[in-house]
Structures are given as C-alpha cells and as structure tokens.
C-alpha cells in the first residue's frame, strides 16, 4: 500500500502580494501511538497499520519505516482495518455518526462500498466491542456485554434494503460473561469461532453456533490473533500464548518483554532480555496483536505504548526482532540538546528530551543508523529501540507508566 507523503498538498497560486516565504513541513516519524485494543491494529503482508490520533502508521515489518495517512477530518481515529492485499484502508473515527434523537442508533449496516450502496441492515441495541467475518464472507459474529451472535445475509433478490438475519450463540452457562474479541477459524478450522472473554475463557463455536470446546487461562486476557496453524492470545503482565486452533493445546509461550522499570542500557541482545533481581516486577499488559504466519512474525502492542515484533519461528528459541518504546501519557516538554563528543558521528545526530505525565524523561536520537547510546558504557549497546537512548523514572510508582484505558 502506499500514500502520499504527510501534509502534502495541492499547489497554489502564490500570492504575489505577499513577501513571506511559505513553508512546507513534513511529517518525518510518529514517536507514539493511540491503539489500545485489536479493532486499532490491521496489517497485511508487509505492513503493520496502527493509529496516533488522527494519523494512520504504516509501519513497514521488512525496512522499519513508517509512512502515514492523515484524516483531514481532524477527528480521533477508533478503527481501521487493512484489506488483505494491502491496497485498502477503512477507518472509523470519533463522533462521526448522525442519528435522530439518539447519540447512538444500535443499527448494524452492511454497505458496498465502491457503489457507495447499504445492502441489508438490522438493529443491535448490545453494545458491540469486536466484529469478525468468516473466511468466505457469508457470515460475521459480533461480540460484547452477554452478546454473541452470528449475522447471516439474505440473498439479494429485489431492490432496497433487505433484512440482516442474527442467531445468538448457544452459550448456556457462560452466558454471563463479558466477551471481548473474537476471530474466525481458517485452513482445516474453517467453520469454527473463536470468542474471548475479560476474565481469561477462550471459547470454540462450531458452524450450528454451539460451544465445542473452552480452555481457562491464568491471566487475564484481552485480544486474540489467528492463522492458519496458531490461535494467539494476549493476556495481562506481559503473557502471550500461542495455542493450537483445533485443540487449544498449547504449543509455545512467547518470552516476556521488559518490565516496567528496565534501564534500557542493559539489553544486550535481540533475544535476550535481562531482568532485575528483585521482588515484585510489573510487566506491561498485552493489548493488541498481529500474527504473519507466512514470515512467523508476530507483533505485539502492550498498555505502555511499546510494541515488538517477535520471530517465532523456532517455537524453542523466540527471537525478538526489534522494539519500540514511546511515553504512555501527555508529553509536557521537549527540548533539543547536544552531546560533546570527538565522534563526528554523535555530534551530527538530531537529539532532543522529552517530559511527560507518566513520571518518565527520554532521550532520543532521529538518527536511524546510530543505534549505541552515548549513555551507555562501551561495551553495551542499545539495541531496543533505534531512537531512545535513555529513560529517566522520576516515581518509583511505576503505574503510571501503563494507560489503562479500554477501547471498544
């Protein structure tokens, strides 16, 4: 997929009654972003599509780049969704919608979208956190408070809107239970469902929509992935479990990533990750994922504003490929410094420090092939994140550093 460059706009004729010059700025890299649940991360085969705001990341899994695509409508982006082929992009966004004596409809509509044509519509007064389509199209589940139900569209037979036709799921005593995600079986499990509640039940639907199978995880859990060979679950504190989608057996655990008070110098390696020895360490939870079975890449966004791509290739020895770490609330400050040294390498970096509400100040080079900290001692080399170079905690209360909001 490709876009224009960020910002760029139509040409016009220049003013002649004016001296001042007129300035271009462009978008060079996003530091952050706002996606908080599965239904803000899309990707396709070399592309992970995530959200800052307004703004669309285009995070390029083969090169690290980003590229972006800007809502002129300046309105906070909720969902997107990239096609498979990656031409497409569908976003939603905050207080878009316009209804008559309600601020929300409860309406489920079905649209064609390059005719611009609504094809069959029907009345959903559940609120709705997640919606999957089985692999062919005929069918899509939602999920939400006490809700599961699979949607089935009527042939098209006359002109007009024809009725959206919902079947609950026959879930008997887990009926009560707040359903979080769900995705789609494919390959051998095509016509199996998979749901997911808060408090850590994955559920297996077969084609009848009856409950086939269930596994209880320890952790909490709040999004799932799926493939051909792998149903991926994100959990709590860290935990990441790749299970089988025919059995829901599991067949690898993904390594932790860094706690929450990690001195970012002391990761030595790619895949290997150092922890302090104490009591008590808090890991981050995990809140968003993409798996790439074709390249066994699988990212994972956790709730303080990092993500990493993991190659899990060898389920015995997951590698971590690389990682992002970004401030986790408001950024207050940020201002531009410069570090003395004899290497003409360092002196010529762009370098600027940043303050923010979660207790925390960063240093950051925008220097992509420079990746050794001038902080870090000789022999240890940075090797978390290409443009931060060093945190600062400001609080031993490390809460702050996770955003604990939920997206629907």
């Avoid at 420079?370 to 870090?376: D, I, L, M, P, V």
Wanted: aromatic residues 8%; positive net charge.
């Amino acid at each position: 997929m490709t876009s224009c460059s960020a910002l760029q706009r139509k040409q016009k004729q220049p003013n002649t009654s004016s001296s001042i010059p007129r300035l271009q700025v462009n978008l060079e890299h996003v530091f952050g972003f706002t996606s908080m649940s599965n239904s803000l991360i899309s990707q396709d085969h070399s592309t992970v599509a995530y959200a800052a705001g307004r703004t669309v990341i285009l995070f390029n899994k083969n090169t690290h780049k980003q590229d972006f695509i800007i809502s002129t409508a300046c309105k906070t982006i909720t969902s997107l969704s990239l096609s498979p082929d990656g031409r497409y992009l569908a976003t939603g966004e905050v207080d878009r919608l316009v209804s008559i004596g309600s601020a929300h409809d409860g309406n489920i509509y079905v649209w064609n979208w390059q005719n611009k044509e609504k094809l069959t519509s029907n009345k959903c007064l559940c609120s709705i956190r997640r919606v999957a389509f089985v692999e062919d199209g005929s069918c899509f589940v939602t999920v939400g408070n006490r809700h599961i139900k699979f949607w089935y569209s009527v042939a098209k037979l006359t002109s007009g809107i024809v009725p959206l036709r919902g079947h609950d799921a026959l879930l008997g005593e887990k009926k009560n239970n707040l359903f979080i995600d769900v995705v789609c079986g494919r390959s051998n499990c095509t016509g199996l469902t998979y749901v997911l509640t808060a408090n850590g039940l994955i559920c297996q639907f077969d084609e009848s929509r009856k409950l086939r199978a269930d596994k209880k995880l320890q952790e909490k859990t709040n999004c799932l992935a799926i493939s051909d060979s792998y149903l991926v679950v994100g959990c709590n504190k860290g935990v990441v479990c790749v299970l089988s989608p025919e059995t829901l057996e599991n067949i690898m655990s993904v390594p932790l990533p860094h706690c929450l008070d990690i001195d970012i110098n002391f990761i030595a390696s790619t895949d290997q990750m150092t922890y302090p020895q104490k009591p008590n360490i808090s890991f981050p939870n995990t809140i968003a994922i993409c798996l790439d079975e074709n390249k066994s890449l699988l990212t994972c966004f956790y709730n303080d504003h990092s993500f990493y791509t993991w190659n899990i290739r060898n389920g015995q020895l997951i590698e971590k490929r690389n990682c992002y770490m970004y401030h986790s609330a408001c950024v207050w400050g940020i201002e531009t410094y410069s570090v003395r040294s004899t290497s003409l390498a360092i002196s010529n970096r762009l370098k600027f420090i940043t303050c923010s509400a979660d207790n925390t100040v960063r240093f950051w080079s925008l220097n992509h092939n420079e990746t050794r900290s001038a902080f870090a001692s000789s022999s240890v080399e940075n090797v978390s994140n290409g443009h931060l170079m060093k945190i600062i905690y400001l609080d031993e209360d490390y809460s702050k550093l996770c955003d604990n909001q939920t997206t629907q």
